[in-house]
């Protein structure tokens, strides 16, 4: 079983106070937390509009209707080098997923107290992916 060894934060009711997380310690609850939590943050850097302000320096983003009406978002790159290489990845929802993936899994196993984050935005993720089943089917 694959292990690694890590300095808790905090004491906590963890799996992990021992120094050693078993990658078989998460529970399925916990798990799902995670992936959820992870698509609305990846959903709030990509698309949101309050995070907009964080991709205005790298891309510009237009909306223009196609011949049947629907409207198709435009993404343009803005810049050379790294400005182009951020504007790249902030316009990339895969991208940005495994880098959000990987920001709360290290919060969730150092800091064990910012559970209630994970499980907000699971909570919000959740009900953005009903909402839009309901309403895009």
Not at 95 to 119: N, Q, R, T
């Amino acid at each position: 079983m694959a292990t690694f060894k890590y300095q808790p934060a905090i004491e906590s009711r963890y799996p992990f106070d021992k120094g050693e997380i078993p990658l078989s310690a998460i529970s399925w609850f916990h798990f799902v937390v995670l992936i959820l939590a992870s698509f609305r943050l990846t959903h709030l850097i990509v698309f949101d509009e309050i995070t907009s302000v964080i991709r205005e320096p790298f891309v510009n983003i237009t909306y223009e209707p196609d011949q049947s009406g629907q409207v198709i978002r435009q993404v343009n790159i803005i810049g050379s080098g790294w400005r182009r290489w951020m504007g790249m990845l902030l316009s990339c929802h895969w991208c940005v997923g495994v880098w959000s993936s990987l920001f709360l899994v290290a919060l969730y196993i150092w800091i064990p107290a910012s559970f209630p984050l994970h499980l907000i935005l699971a909570v919000a993720g959740a009900s953005a992916f009903i909402e839009s089943r309901l309403y895009f089917g």
